[in-house]
């Protein structure tokens, strides 16, 4: 009698047992789907507490599994204050004991999370592919797309950022050259002077070199300077050294003109033949070289494929690092596909955006706590040097002429004329692997993304990036906006802080 009596309070414990252990388990698998669902919700491109709470039920039912004795009663996912989310849950659960005696309501089961984005500051430059073979297909227009919503993403970041302007991008749209704007033709780190030993090597006599002012020379032409820049003369081609004096300065992009059929005798006609040649002679360098040719009288209308500023066809100019997020929009709008792929120089520019040495001198220095700074790179192609059967063996360049052993091998010597296309492509893949190393060894993060690239070239990318999971292989353009989508997340690091 006295064993039977004890039973039930026996199996009542026992029960009531269950049922804490029940809800112990219960409430951690909660906390963790809850967690999970706070920071994939914060990770979305949500502005309103409408958004994120539709974004993180989603994400908390596909982290919740649980029996069907257990509910999930409510949740909420909001905006706190200091750009955090704010994200509760509560569960019911069925209890034994409670159905047993009474078919009583359910056990309670709540949890809570907290997610706030990094406090680090981020400086970002996005260096974009505008080469003609960006023109291809969609390539363009889903490259816009992307990019748009890579700033609007990073701008709804900086939104809920606990600091003030803690999101700053730059714009480098790049081909052979980058563009900047044609205001600066007078700054300090320009070279209007031509001391830079770059500035006089094709401007050739019989004897040597002749100097000339660049700037002066399209003046003569009645025309401006477009805005192009060339690469400075190794190594400081893959170095943010501060432009001071020489070889450190940037050399104004100025297509020279080239040769008359006539006056040479070679079987073809030259590319860029604007001016009629003021010499004499058969010496197709020094007919080229020549300064006093240079007038209001051309053979032709100048545009960004005949004359001084042949090759610079790029639309939109470099933006520094700004946090008018509009104007980037806008920028990024305009872009188009022009030229051949010189990615060093892309890279170069993007270095300056972010450099605390110069030319802009607009970022933080290396070092500075909290505060990163990134390298986004797209391009869908290799690096190239044209090659041309004519005595300059290709067009001008942001790497000048090839006979001016401006571009280095990977061994260090320059590249010269008769290099075959891959020699080309090896030496500027060498400067490219060379920008990165140097952008890395100063803490820099660089993703990569190279789309419909060759085997080759996706080695170098991936090689180029901080590391192999900042590298996106990309065979479709269209799913270019997820993979900036991705980026722009892992940008803006989130964490828990409760």
Not at 84 to 95: G, H, I, N, Q
Not at 166 to 188: E, H, W
Not at 270 to 279: A, F, G, S
Request: proline residues 4%; hydrophobic residues 35%.
């Amino acid at each position: 009698m006295v064993a039977a009596l004890s039973m039930g309070p026996i199996c009542i414990g026992s029960l009531g047992a269950i049922d804490l252990a029940r809800a112990t388990s219960a409430k951690a698998q909660l906390q963790d789907a809850l967690d999970a669902a706070a920071l994939g919700a914060a990770r979305t491109n949500s502005v309103t507490n409408s958004d994120l709470q539709a974004a993180g039920a989603r994400f908390l039912s596909q982290n919740l599994s649980l029996g069907t004795d257990f509910r999930l009663a409510a949740s909420s996912f909001s905006f706190g204050d200091g750009g955090k989310v704010e994200a509760s849950a509560r569960l019911e659960v069925t209890p034994f004991v409670a159905g047993l005696l009474t078919g009583g309501g359910p056990m309670v089961v709540q949890a809570s999370s907290e997610v706030v984005r990094a406090s680090d500051k981020v400086e970002v430059a996005l260096v974009l592919d505008n080469t003609g073979s960006m023109g291809d297909g969609t390539k363009l227009s889903d490259l816009k797309a992307a990019a748009t919503n890579f700033v609007t993403q990073m701008e709804d970041a900086s939104k809920k950022a606990v600091e003030a302007d803690s999101v700053k991008i730059g714009l480098v749209p790049f081909s052979n050259t980058v563009r900047l704007d044609p205001t600066y033709a007078t700054a300090a780190w320009m070279d209007p002077s031509g001391s830079s030993p770059i500035n006089d090597e094709i401007f050739t006599t019989a004897s040597g070199t002749q100097h000339a002012n660049r700037y002066t020379l399209f003046a003569n032409l009645g025309t401006t300077w477009r805005g192009c820049v060339e690469m400075r003369r190794a190594p400081y081609d893959v170095q943010d050294d501060t432009p001071t004096t020489g070889p450190t300065l940037y050399t104004p992009y100025f297509a020279v003109d080239e040769p008359d059929k006539k006056s040479t005798g070679y079987g073809q006609d030259y590319q860029n033949d604007y001016q009629k040649d003021d010499l004499s002679g058969t010496n197709w360098r020094v007919l080229q070289g020549s300064v006093t040719k240079y007038n209001k009288t051309h053979n032709a209308s100048l545009t960004t494929s005949f004359g001084p500023n042949a090759g610079c066809g790029l639309n939109t100019t470099l933006m520094r690092l700004t946090t008018d997020f509009s104007s980037l929009r806008t920028a990024i709008a305009t872009m188009n596909a022009s030229g051949n792929t010189n990615i060093p120089i892309g890279m170069a520019w993007g270095w300056n955006v972010i450099s605390p040495n110069g030319p802009f001198k607009d970022a933080v220095a290396y070092g500075t706590p909290k505060y990163k700074k990134i390298v986004v790179l797209m391009t869908d192609g290799e690096n190239t040097m044209d090659q041309r059967d004519t005595p300059n063996n290709g067009t001008y360049a942001g790497t000048g002429y090839i006979w001016q052993g401006r571009v280095l091998k990977p061994d260090g010597t320059p590249l010269t004329t008769g290099a075959s296309d891959a020699e080309r492509t090896g030496a500027l893949d060498g400067r490219l692997t060379k920008i990165c190393n140097n952008l890395k060894a100063k803490d820099v993060e660089i993703y990569a993304i190279g789309v419909g690239v060759t085997s080759s070239s996706a080695a170098l990318l991936q090689g180029c990036a901080t590391a192999k999971d900042y590298y996106y292989d990309v065979s479709d353009s269209t799913t270019l906006s997820a993979v900036f989508q991705s980026i722009a997340g892992q940008i803006a690091a989130l964490h828990l802080s409760r």
